[in-house]
């Protein structure tokens, strides 16, 4: 079972700003509750395995060039500048 | 001009000039306005198709070099990059994302000559079953416009199944590709882990999830592989499989393969008709010299909630970057939050990809991830001890793809418990890394029923060959639209 404090925290944590939280509760408690099933799985003494990539395996960290004008898709241009947000208020 | 034909008869009839791809392509076009309005398969339409099409046929008629696809109309899910077109995950979040690079599918189907004659509909962010959580509304299953198609590829099963277009790629976290396959009576193949590379591909959870083909039938399925699977630099998951040849072969037949059935697939809440077609299925298995057995697979008890568990910790990480600062909802200059902690640009993500997220946060946080991550995490790990064990005993596992028939629009959409249901039998093949396959089987009262077979790792080839034993015993009806 899960609280709406919880959940009100964890949207905070998320970074998600939901009007109505009450909303959200019913459903992602009832999500959660159904996820208890996971403790009579009897797996508790299991290994967790994670795939692992040597190094070796890894591309070279360098630098690959963008052959495209990215700075061409920005939205806001005044004749050959950029405009940009204002930083500070 | 017989839109309905397979990718390899296209092939074979542009080739020796019976048709031309700008007339193809020109009759898909005309066929998408006619009927997609019904259907709502298409997010967005390419309207240059004809054009590039064209050219193609110039570069045939002049004798130059041309690739495999030979102007073949294929459909891309809406969460895979093509440059310079919209790519929306099905999101208010991207509604005006235009990709600056070609996923490396694309890039390979482009030098293969195929033409994108559009994006198609989705879950938002790939999360869903019935296309029904896209922002834009959902897709209609053409066997019955009041049912859902599956998803969350449902806009890819739509278009290849309704003759919207030849083929689609789809992607594949938990059944995506293979669910709305077997809602539309097409083939939806989900391959080994590694085999496609993901650049290019909107992530929503990177550790299981799988680019894959939607096609009209198993051979289609085996060549989009031969054209889109290998290693790239860019996916440093993709492994290398050679230049492996996914046709040749692949009429070999099962003769004294061994098939797993599947206990758990097959129990209880399966739907009557869809347990009669998969004993259908097996007995024709057995005729073609299969040898079947039931297995019993404990793991697959918990692995629904293993899968959203996992899924939804990985996707609350994923969605963390649309923050109207890096990526995602792009405010007027005006409007820019440096300053606030919680961007508004994420009230733009709906309602399902909220609650993913909400889920995401909490179960992998301090004092829940014992309970859950974690236990995820083990149940993943011994079902892949399971799924090897089987695998030492049968070269293929069997089950009905989906245990129930297509539900109507609307009917589920809040009781995220019978939803998460219908992917009990499909998220093994995510969890556990293996190929799996949608075969369209079997028809009840008009509602497609699919097959679904399983291989171990890096035996995509010898699946091909089973799926295609399993078709040819196959006389579906046409599509009614």
């Known amino acids: 079972m899960v609280t709406e404090e919880e959940i009100e925290h964890v949207s905070k944590l998320m970074r998600i700003d ?4 009450k909303k959200y509760v019913e459903k992602v408690n009832m999500m959660i509750s159904y996820f208890d099933i996971l403790d009579s799985a009897g797996v508790d003494s299991e290994e967790i395995t994670m795939p692992e990539t040597s190094i070796s395996n890894l591309r070279k960290d360098e630098y690959i060039a963008y052959d495209d004008k990215l700075i061409e898709k920005l939205n806001h241009y005044k004749g050959t500048y950029v405009r940009a947000p204002k930083m500070s208020s | 001009m017989n839109l309905k034909i397979s990718a390899l008869d296209y092939i074979q009839e542009v080739k020796i000039g019976n048709i031309s791809a700008e007339d193809f392509v020109a009759k898909t076009i005309e066929r998408i306005q006619s009927v997609d309005d019904k259907l709502h398969a298409f997010l967005s339409i390419n309207d240059k198709a004809v054009d590039q099409a064209r050219e193609i046929d110039k570069r045939i008629k002049s004798g130059k070099k041309i690739g495999n696809c030979f102007g073949m109309p294929i459909s891309i899910k809406d969460n895979i990059c093509i440059k310079d077109s919209k790519t929306t995950c099905a999101s208010k ?23 994108f004659v559009g994006k198609v509909n989705m879950d938002e962010f790939a999360m869903g079953l019935s296309t029904e959580f896209s922002a834009y509304g959902p897709s209609k299953n053409p066997w019955n416009i009041e049912y859902v198609p599956g998803g969350s590829s449902g806009g890819s099963a739509v278009s290849v199944s309704a003759f919207e277009c030849i083929a689609s790629l789809g992607s594949d976290t938990g059944g995506s590709v293979r669910n709305p396959a077997s809602f539309c009576s097409t083939v939806g193949y989900k391959p080994t882990y590694g085999l496609i590379s993901r650049y290019g591909l909107i992530s929503y959870a990177n550790s299981i999830e799988q680019i894959g083909p939607l096609t009209r039938t198993v051979k289609d399925s085996a060549f989009m592989l031969n054209l889109i699977s290998g290693i790239d630099s860019n996916d440093n998951t993709t492994v290398d499989n050679k230049n492996e040849d996914y046709l040749s072969g692949i009429e070999s037949g099962i003769e004294g393969k061994k098939i797993g ?12 008709a869809v347990l009669s077609a998969t004993k259908d299925a097996i007995a024709k298995l057995e005729g073609l010299g299969a040898i079947c057995e039931e297995i019993s697979i404990d793991m697959v008890k918990y692995s629904v909630a293993a899968y959203y568990t996992i899924t939804a910790t990985e996707a609350g990480s994923n969605l963390a970057r649309y923050d109207n600062i890096r990526y995602g909802y792009d405010f007027p200059l005006e409007g820019y939050e440096f300053n606030s902690y919680i961007s508004k640009a994420r009230r733009n ?29 083990k149940v993943k790990s011994k079902l892949t001890k399971e799924i090897n064990e089987a695998f030492k005993k049968f070269d293929f596992l069997i089950s009905p793809t989906v245990p129930i028939l297509p539900f109507k629009i609307g009917e589920k959409i809040d009781d995220p418990i019978s939803l998460f249901l219908v992917d009990i039998n499909t998220v093994t093949a995510n969890l556990t890394g293996k190929p799996a396959i949608s075969i369209p089987f079997s028809n009840s009262n008009g509602l497609p029923i699919g097959i679904q077979l399983m291989a171990d790792s890096m035996n995509d080839k010898s699946l091909l060959q ?12 046409e599509v009614p639209i």
Not at chain 2, 93 to 113: G, H, R, S, W
Not at chain 2, 466 to 477: G, K, M, R
């Open chain 1, 18 to 21: 939901v009007d109505d939280h």
């Open chain 2, 93 to 115: 979040m991207l509604e005006n994302f235009i990709a600056p690079y070609d996923a490396t599918v694309i890039t390979k189907l482009k030098q293969q000559d195929a033409i």
């Open chain 2, 261 to 272: 059935i599947i206990k758990e697939m097959i129990g209880d809440g399966i739907d009557p």
């Open chain 2, 349 to 377: 993500f709906g309602p399902e990809v909220t609650r993913r997220m909400i889920i995401g946060g909490f179960v992998p946080s301090a004092g829940h991830a014992g309970k859950y991550f974690l236990k995820a995490l």
């Open chain 2, 466 to 477: 089973a799926a295609y034993a399993l078709e040819q015993t196959v006389n579906l009806p």
